[in-house]
């Protein structure tokens, strides 16, 4: 929330939401034309059964209505449910396995595998796909970018919390930047 | 839908207006140690899993602020897991018990009380059921995580005082097999060598075991082996489940689930065949038993020479082929030392004191023992399975000092030890675990104590018990620190002190005894054990008017509980009981453990050879001390081990044996259970960590992609399991681990949908009396598709 505190608001009116850790939901077109895409029905807000889609309030400028998953607080869980409810084509109908809401990236400096302060592999467990989208090398995690979804399960499920509240495994968005116009 | 589209759009609102009145969600930073001044570390072991780790915690203003490792330590190095590197955020945790509380029936709430009503009530209730039914009516049932001075202090006043041989441990589910395993085979209990094998090893066998998840500090060691070596290390992982750990092994065999006992004979079969054997080994200290029958060579021959690596492949299900099994064999006897590595894979089955066995037999047969780099290495779950129970006669059958109950000389030597009356420890050994639980089921046991384990979630077959721990005819007492699904049953909860916030010593895998001393004050009115036990016992001696329980404790009247009085414990045990023992801790006293970085190994007959480290490997002359003054001829390995007269290792003929429970068309599939790194046994403290909650907040089945897609399952689908004796609903991940046919569970979810125990089966080993949590059969069923689940945790 700290980035979109009111007085920010203002000059942020059309900067889009979608930053490290905060993304879209599965199967989202890119940034550049989800806002005019999506009709801000919030259908796909109320489906999730987990809550982990939340919509924009007005401080989001023009984004305000939109969905928005905040994984560090609720990651997506991948049910899909979302991508089915979606009635403008803004979530496209993707699968499992093809959804791309980000790619995560380990940050070897705050990583406690990486930095030898403890055996942790938590990213590792709580990958939906392990082996595929993540992998152990000499116990420490190594992303495959081929398979992972940026869920951001591991992020949730990350004990490294930095100061400045990233993680030390963050989803950043991509594809999200993607550009679709000529 | 929770919530309607009409609520949905009024709450958007209304955070909006909220975000406009500046109200701002704050990360919470509390639990980040940024500044370095003014800490004391204190030295001390790891709370949770066998492997011993040294550790030391940060104490600020007397709050702790941190653990971190010892790289001293020939434990770990300095190295930590997630899970022992957070345990201190117990500590000082809000749901601590702080108060004695008490209610009169099951169904009441909690009233709190005063420590001399509490003991009173438990005093009481003890002379109560003691006077109606004797020892056999009373029952302490402890843990392999209790300091050794707790074990023993508790069993003193069962067996001394109260003429009660039902002293129990939760090692039982967990090392039982282990333990007769080492004694049918080595005639003396714990493994001859040590973790400083790994690193002198050149193939290691690791089979029933997720060393990485269940030990992941010495995985480490073990793949730093292997790494640092890739061409001359060898590593061989066999299990029905494609772990963690078979990630760096060179050769995974995948069988199916309970026909091990066939590939094991299939690797003696190949050894024998292509004469891989120490004959010189075998002649000189070996002997062949079936049975009750001394046998030969030849018979043993005879018998593995059924076991063709051909027809075992197909007995485990054809994953794998026989020149599989002939390499497996040829690696393991002709590397320059072979460490063989288990844990419950092998000891949590009705056969588990053979699977022991027939791992020992390829030991003897090829010589892979008693040098470095080769060894026997069982895996311990508990930081003191081995100090406190095992070594401090936490089971029912086994006196301090490795002494067995049923022999009249043993007995003597302990009473005279306790000043007791001769005769006043009963000959009868006392109610194995699942024994002792079925006895309350038929309130045959009218009082029990259980201490720092929770029996409601980690006993096999759980409902069945659960019904005889909800009588009210059952008095059960409990100590933990917080609560759990067994407090929920009891009558009397009492509050201890965690780690750290008392003195005393942990014995790990290694016959490594470790010390860990007081560093902070616990919360509210939590007490030691060891005071709770002497407080208790006065009270019981007055109302049973009997003075033996009184000499029970006279030698540790009026000493203070933080420091003195279990040092004063230690020393009894240790001086009197462990004198002359294969365990001699004679000169592991306070003072020498406090000086040491990481403990001492037994034996150590002296504090001078103590500080040296103690024993790295039993039974050699020269290094062991009492190879040297119990040896009885002129040969280089002694074995001196209390069970075995001819002092020789003997070599099983044992045969393949099903599991109680195999798969049929109602319940087509193998269920195994186990641990997560995250997590500690029942989850009362890990559950408790945020760090780790967040990581594993829920239990989940693991299920091979094969048979998932069968059953129509898709990643986090809810699935039923459903066996003869239980059902579980919990989301499912669909991963290449467990072989087809067969999924995998884990056990450390409270919740009554997830708790995995309902589903085990109670079937256990004829001779450790161990149950079979591995292998069960179950239906396997998609529910629905993912859904919201919460962490639940009692209390």
């Not at chain 2, 701002?24 to 004391?40: K, M, P, T, Y």
């Not at chain 2, 010593?505 to 490594?512: A, I």
Request: aromatic share 8%; proline share 6%; hydrophobic share 35%.
């Amino acid at each position: 929330m700290t980035g979109l505190s009111p007085h920010q608001a203002g000059a942020r009116f059309l900067e889009s939401p979608v930053t490290k850790n905060r993304l879209r939901p599965p199967g989202a077109v890119p940034e550049e034309i989800f806002p005019a895409k999506c009709i801000r029905c919030g259908r796909c807000v109320e489906v999730c059964p987990y809550r982990s889609i939340i919509m924009l309030d007005i401080r989001a400028g023009i984004h305000a209505g939109t969905p928005l998953v905040q994984v560090e607080n609720i990651p997506c869980y991948l049910c899909m449910k979302c991508v089915d409810v979606c009635p403008t084509g803004s979530l496209l109908r993707v699968s499992q396995e093809s959804t791309r809401m980000g790619l995560a990236i380990i940050d070897q400096f705050s990583c406690a595998a990486w930095q030898n302060t403890a055996l942790c592999r938590t990213c590792y467990d709580k990958c939906p796909f392990p082996e595929k989208a993540i992998r152990l090398d000499q116990l420490k995690p190594v992303i495959l970018p081929d398979h992972c979804t940026g869920c951001g399960l591991c992020t949730n499920a990350c004990p490294v919390t930095l100061a400045n509240g990233n993680k030390a495994i963050n989803i950043e968005p991509l594809y999200a930047r993607d550009k679709v116009t000529v | 839908m929770a919530q309607t589209r009409r609520e949905f759009i009024k709450k958007a609102a209304a955070l909006s207006a909220a975000s406009y009145a500046g109200l701002d969600l704050s990360i919470d930073r509390g639990s980040v140690a940024n500044a370095n001044e003014n800490i004391s570390w204190h030295r001390g072991s790891c709370r949770l899993c066998g492997v011993g780790c040294r550790v030391e915690l940060g104490v600020k203003n007397g709050n702790p602020v941190g653990l971190r490792g010892v790289p001293e330590a020939r434990t770990n190095f300095g190295y930590l897991c997630m899970k022992g590197m957070h345990f201190w955020k117990c500590m000082g945790h809000p749901d601590r018990l702080v108060k004695p509380l008490y209610r009169k029936k099951k169904t009441d709430t909690f009233k709190e009380i005063s420590w001399d009503e509490a003991l009173n009530i438990a005093a009481d209730e003890f002379a109560k059921a003691h006077k109606e039914g004797g020892g056999e009516a009373v029952a302490y049932y402890g843990s392999g995580q209790a300091l050794t001075e707790e074990t023993y202090f508790f069993q003193k006043i069962m067996r001394g005082g109260l003429q009660s041989n039902n002293v129990e441990g939760n090692p039982r589910l967990c090392m039982a097999s282990a333990v007769g395993g080492y004694l049918t085979s080595f005639g003396a209990d714990e493994p001859i060598g040590g973790y400083s094998d790994i690193e002198k090893a050149h193939c290691f066998f690791i089979i029933g075991s997720n060393t990485a998840e269940a030990h992941p500090v010495l995985f480490r060691r073990i793949m730093r082996r292997k790494l640092d070596n890739p061409d001359t290390v060898k590593v061989i992982n066999v299990d029905p489940r494609l772990s963690q750990t078979s990630r760096i092994a060179d050769k995974h065999l995948q069988f199916k689930p309970g026909t091990d006992l066939a590939l094991l004979n299939a690797m003696a079969n190949v050894i024998i065949e292509e004469k891989l054997y120490d004959e010189d080994f075998l002649n000189k200290y070996t002997t062949f038993k079936s049975g009750k029958e001394t046998v030969d060579f030849e018979a043993y021959k005879a018998q593995v020479a059924e076991y063709t690596p051909e027809k075992v492949v197909t007995i485990c299900g054809n994953s794998f082929s026989a020149d599989d099994v002939r390499e497996t064999a040829r690696w393991f006897a002709n590397s320059k030392g072979t460490v063989s590595l288990w844990t419950m894979g092998l000891n949590q089955r009705k056969q588990g004191v053979w699977a022991n066995n027939l791992v020992h037999n390829l030991h003897i047969l090829t010589g892979q023992l008693l040098k470095d780099g080769a060894d026997s290495l069982s895996l311990t779950g508990q930081p003191n399975a081995c100090g406190g129970v095992r070594e401090g006669g936490g089971l029912c059958h086994i006196l301090p000092g490795h002494r067995p109950v049923a022999n009249e000389k043993m007995r003597t030597q302990v009473e005279k030890a306790w000043g007791v009356p001769q005769g006043r420890i009963p000959p009868k050994p006392g109610l194995h675990t699942m024994a002792m639980f079925s006895a309350i089921n038929d309130a045959r046991i009218k009082a029990i104590w259980i201490n720092c384990t929770s029996p409601v979630q980690s006993l096999p077959n759980c409902n069945l018990y659960n019904k005889g721990m909800a009588r009210e005819d059952v008095f059960i007492i409990t100590t933990d620190i917080f609560h759990t699904l067994t407090t929920q049953t009891a009558n009397l909860v009492l509050p201890t002190c965690f780690h750290f916030e008392k003195t005393g010593v942990y014995g790990c895998t290694e016959r490594r005894s470790q010390l860990t001393k007081k560093a902070i004050e616990p919360p509210g009115d939590a007490k030691p054990e060891v005071w709770i036990i002497r407080e208790w016992a006065r009270k019981l001696s007055e109302k049973l008017n009997d003075p033996v329980i009184a000499q029970c404790i006279k030698p540790f009247e009026g000493l203070e509980e933080g420091y003195e009085l279990p040092k004063a414990i230690w020393n009894e045990y240790s001086q009197k009981l462990t004198a002359h023992r294969d365990n001699d801790l004679r000169g592991a006293t306070y003072e020498v453990l406090e000086q040491m970085k990481d403990g001492v190994q037994w034996p150590a007959p002296t504090e001078e050879y103590a500080l040296t480290g103690g024993t790295v490997k039993k039974f050699v002359k020269g290094r062991d001390p009492m190879a040297d003054t119990e040896s009885k001829d002129d040969l280089p390995y002694q074995f001196y081990g209390p069970a075995h007269p001819d002092r020789k290792l003997w070599i099983w003929l044992r045969d393949q044996a099903d599991p109680e429970e195999i798969p049929d068309s109602e319940y087509p599939f193998y269920l195994s259970t186990g641990r997560i790194i995250d997590h500690w046994h029942t989850m009362s403290m890990t559950g408790r960590v945020p760090e780790l909650l967040r990581a594993n907040p829920y239990a989940h089945v693991e299920i091979n992609p094969k048979d998932a897609q069968k059953l129509g399952i898709k990643p986090g689908d809810m699935v039923e399991l459903t066996s003869r004796r239980g059902v579980n609903i919990m989301p499912a991940k669909v991963y290449e681990g467990p072989v087809e046919g067969m999924v995998f569970a884990y056990w450390h979810d409270q919740h009554k949908d997830r708790m995995i125990n309902k589903v085990t089966k109670d079937a256990i080993d004829p001779g450790s009396k161990e149950p079979e949590f591995k292998i069960c059969a179950v239906r396997v069923k998609r529910v629905s598709g993912p859904q919201p689940l919460k962490p639940y945790l009692v209390g």
